[in-house]
């Protein structure tokens, strides 16, 4: 197995974390996709972590993996270890050294070192580096300045290295394992013919292999016992909590017996590459970003996101839901945190909210449903077709699913399904709703009906483009086309297009909040308030908006395919509230420092604090924990201390003579 076999994805992330907000910074980051493919982590003190990516360099974390900084910036960092207080990165470029804990890095002289080696580890043992390779395996005596073949190892593929009083071994690729004990001058063979081993690991005096064919272990060196999961590659092994973890993949296994038995599988359909311990946390790095083990629940972090991207998104009972091309996201303090739901892997194209169902579809005609606000799912039957799905439309027992191959109809909640006899033009669905007794489809030439649950369907509207979503708010219908616009309609029957300065033409998604009908377009996110007919733009980090949700009425989540970012809808949409070019509000600034808020935070004014008439702190159940009023003393640097905040998202809302300032902000 070469390095070059391994799927690298090659996606990039950025967190944006502001120090100090002010009522005209609206939008905050919050994007979850730290997807991407990681080759090794290494712990290198408290808080201290260093992590190799595949594609997009090596990162750095100094607050135990909460954030993640971009510190060497050649693509791949296959392999990590630290002698003293030196580290180094081995990458497709060669060697790196750090003398600073990882915050800078130069590039070693690595004179001998042939050039496009394909590296798989390096190792740092006493003063000496060993380098394994595709093409071979090098030793190095001087911190990497000059390199030497070994001999015996040095034409085969190595994989992994491990040293223990004295002795140090080397896996290889398909040739098993080697031995020497004087420092690496010479090697003799240790056992496991054939054998290709991909990571050495010791606990007490147990060494432990992770081979192509499971688990061996040995209490010398040189017996080879088997022990378990055998016909799985091990690429990462671990002991934590008095259990013995075998990163495969297809996830983690435990083993709490000595490894005798292995089973409780997590992270299933990731591929592990490696484990940390930091803070007594546990870290691994896989084929789709880094997750550290939270109280027994897995939680991504990471450095990188570009590549995975978000189809949809929404919000039931204080959650945020966030469907991507890598699985399913959930967030429960507001955007700050999320964990990730395992499936079977496929590309989640839609995600739909109906009453307290939750349902979302992935692009294999796969389609998953929970009834308890997503804590658990259930598999719906495989369509009969395994098309990309669409969009969903549920009534009672009915469950209507349109798709790439047509439309499909279940009338025992997706666990029968057949196929619609639907005309060539609805062959590929985006949208479905219901309307009482009448279903209605968006197809590439309008809109039609049906009133036998999809059974049969009539063409109520020639609009001429392709409709790719709908929506009934109050007594009117919308739908949104591709290219041509948004059209409405009072009956469901006769369709106009909407001309009154709507600025949008390919639609993707619509909807009523609060403050009016928000519509999501290729040029951006435009609102028409309750009271008139004017249409306005509403000002984003995106050009294109390519799905939204509102989160407790209060806080509105927008995507662009890519990343995701929030704001407090009333900030954006109200022009006396947190609108800078506002005169009456200049005059009055907030911040919160510092930013993110870790154990203790302050609210700093500045400006004309006369405007102050109340100030309030949610969280991001709209729950007020906070509420403070000015007195005659307050001066231009005025600060007020916060109370003690869990993890998670909060907002500020500062009561003035002219209007509200609102200013979300995250506590860690």
């Known amino acids: 197995m070469k390095i070059n076999q391994i799927t690298k994805f090659l996606y990039i992330a950025i967190l944006i974390v502001f120090t100090t907000f002010s009522a005209s910074a609206q939008w905050q980051s919050c994007t979850p996709l730290y997807g991407g493919y990681y080759f090794s982590l290494l712990q290198v003190s408290d808080n201290i972590i260093i992590a190799g990516s595949g594609g997009y360099g090596t990162f750095r974390s100094t607050d135990n993996g909460s954030t993640w900084n971009r510190v060497i910036n050649s693509k791949d960092g296959l392999a990590i270890t630290q002698s003293g207080t030196s580290l180094y990165v081995a990458n497709e470029e060669g060697v790196y050294h750090s003398m600073d ?9 690595q004179e001998g070192l042939p050039k496009n080696l394909t590296i798989t580890t390096v190792k740092a043992v006493d003063n000496q580096l060993f380098l394994g390779a595709i093409e071979g395996a090098y030793r190095s005596q001087d911190g990497g300045a000059t390199w030497s073949q070994l001999t015996t190892i040095g034409d085969k593929e190595v994989w992994s290295f491990l040293s223990d009083n004295g002795k140090i071994y080397a896996g290889t690729g398909g040739q098993g394992l080697y031995l020497s004990t004087d420092n690496g001058n010479t090697w003799n063979f240790a056992g496991m013919d054939g054998m290709t081993i991909f990571s050495l690991y010791m606990h007490d005096a147990r060494i432990i292999a992770g081979t192509n064919d499971g688990i061996f272990m040995s209490e010398n060196g040189g017996n080879w016992i088997s022990s378990g999961l055998t016909g799985l590659s091990i690429a990462a092994i671990h002991y934590h909590n008095s259990k013995y973890l075998a990163g495969t993949s297809t996830g983690i296994y435990y083993s709490d017996d000595g490894g005798k038995t292995w089973g409780n599988t997590e992270l299933e359909g990731y591929s592990i590459t490696s484990f940390a311990i930091s803070n007594s946390v546990l870290f691994t ?11 027994g629940k897995w939680l991504i972090t990471g450095a990188h996101s570009f590549g995975n991207s978000v189809s949809s998104m929404t919000t039931l009972n204080g959650r945020i839901f966030a469907g991507t091309q890598r699985g399913l996201y959930i967030s429960d303090n507001g955007g700050i945190n999320w964990n990730t739901v395992q499936y079977d892997g496929s590309n ?3 995600l739909e909210v109906f009453g307290n169902t939750l349902l979302f579809g992935t692009d294999k005609g796969r389609s998953f449903r929970s009834d308890d ?3 658990t799912w259930s598999a719906l039957r495989l369509l009969p077709l395994a098309g990309y799905i669409y969009t969903f439309a549920v009534r009672d027992n009915w469950v209507i699913v349109g798709t790439n191959a047509g439309i499909f109809r279940s009338s025992t909640n997706g666990q029968i399904w057949e196929q619609s006899n639907t005309p060539a033009n609805l062959k590929s669905c985006r ?3 219901y309307d009482n007794d009448i279903l209605y ?7 039609y009906s049906s009133t036998d649950n999809g059974g049969s369907w009539q063409l109520r509207a020639a609009i001429q483009t392709e409709v790719r979503s709908m929506k009934k708010i109050e007594n009117r219908f919308y739908a949104g086309t591709s290219g041509n616009g948004l059209f409405f309609s009072d009956d469901g029957t006769q369709w106009a297009k909407i001309t009154n300065g709507f600025p949008g033409s390919t639609v993707n998604a619509l909807s009523s909040l609060p403050q009016g009908l928000f519509v999501a377009a290729s040029e951006g996110l435009f609102y028409r308030d309750n009271q008139g007919m004017k249409w306005k733009t509403v000002s984003t980090p995106y050009i294109t908006i390519q799905d939204f949700t509102v989160l407790n009425d209060s806080l509105l989540y927008i995507t662009n395919g890519q990343n995701i970012s929030f704001a407090s809808l009333q900030a954006i949409t109200d022009n006396t509230v947190g609108i800078s070019t506002n005169a009456s509000l200049e005059g009055l600034s907030l911040s919160i420092t510092p930013h993110p808020v870790i154990s203790e935070g302050k609210i700093v004014f500045s400006g004309d604090q006369s405007l102050l008439l109340a100030l309030e702190v949610y969280n991001v159940q709209g729950e007020m924990i906070y509420k403070h009023i000015p007195n005659d003393s307050m001066d231009n640097t005025q600060s007020i201390k916060l109370p003690p905040l869990s993890s998670g998202l909060y907002i500020v809302k500062a009561h003035t003579q002219n209007g509200i300032v609102t200013l979300p902000f995250i506590a860690q």
């Open 348 to 350: 989640i194209t839609t």
């Open 431 to 433: 949208t479905i709703i």
């Open 441 to 447: 489809a968006g197809a590439n030439n309008g809109v």
């Open 285 to 295: 790095s896989t084929n789709n970003g880094i997750f550290k083990n939270n109280n």
């Open 373 to 375: 606000n997503g804590n």
């Open 101 to 109: 804990s990882g915050a800078t890095w130069t590039k070693t002289q």
